[in-house]
């Protein structure tokens, strides 16, 4: 279920299943359609490359020297990928033999097997290797995030959505990369700190109303006692 927020309400409005769901619909989400059991290494590729592309000149000028001419291989290693790439990426809705590649080498690379299903435990080692924090949406939890990062991380930040579809009877879990977190959730902003969605005005939980600072306040506790 994907929300629609009106004021302070979250509200259920679409499905996550069916060619007019909107996991095909919005921009935000980059659907991941796959035949194999690495949708959440998919999910993280595009997730990772959204916000890692580069221009063609700065491709050029990372990649020109380097003896290793397989793409899938070089994108890895240098944790980038140029627009140009990325997009095709995009026009390609089933599983391309370039993601299939890249899901494939970052998992390889990561030491996670390809042949089982992959659980959030498996998280952990995508994070350390690619030097993110990667938050976890759950759709059958009202869209709640069930993985946050640790506390004052400054690591760049990827999104993922979790759905539960019925595959030849079977309901699984799978996941979708989000690509535009105000999107997502249809605002404008996003507290990074409360992880909380917003229009114009927003203040985080743990901003004292005293003095607007952050965190623990003296003042508060003058007030207080």
Request: net charge positive; charged share 25%; aromatic share 8%.
């Amino acid at each position: 279920i994907m929300p629609s927020l009106v004021g302070s309400e979250m509200c259920i409005r679409d499905s996550v299943e069916g060619p007019h769901s909107s996991i095909t619909t919005k921009k935000s989400i980059v659907e991941i359609v796959n035949h194999d059991e690495i949708c959440m290494a998919r999910a993280i590729t595009m997730a990772f490359l959204k916000v890692n592309k580069v221009n063609t000149d700065d491709w050029h000028a990372l990649t020109d020297d380097d003896d290793e001419r397989n793409m899938e291989k070089l994108v890895w290693i240098y944790k980038k990928a140029p627009e140009w790439y990325y997009s095709k990426l995009l026009l390609h809705k089933p599983p391309t033999d370039r993601l299939t590649k890249l899901a494939h080498e970052l998992c390889k690379l990561t030491d996670i097997p390809i042949n089982r299903t992959l659980a959030l435990s498996d998280i952990s080692a995508f994070e350390r290797f690619l030097n993110v924090d990667i938050l976890v949406i759950n759709a059958t939890g009202g869209n709640k995030f069930i993985k946050t990062p640790p506390e004052h991380s400054k690591k760049q930040r990827l999104y993922l959505y979790l759905v539960s579809l019925i595959e030849e009877g079977v309901r699984r879990s799978h996941f979708h990369a989000i690509v535009n977190i105000c999107g997502f959730f249809g605002k404008s902003n996003f507290c990074s700190n409360c992880l909380i969605p917003y229009g114009k005005l927003h203040q985080c939980e743990t901003t004292c109303f005293v003095c607007k600072r952050k965190g623990k306040c003296k003042k508060m506790d003058v007030q207080l006692s």
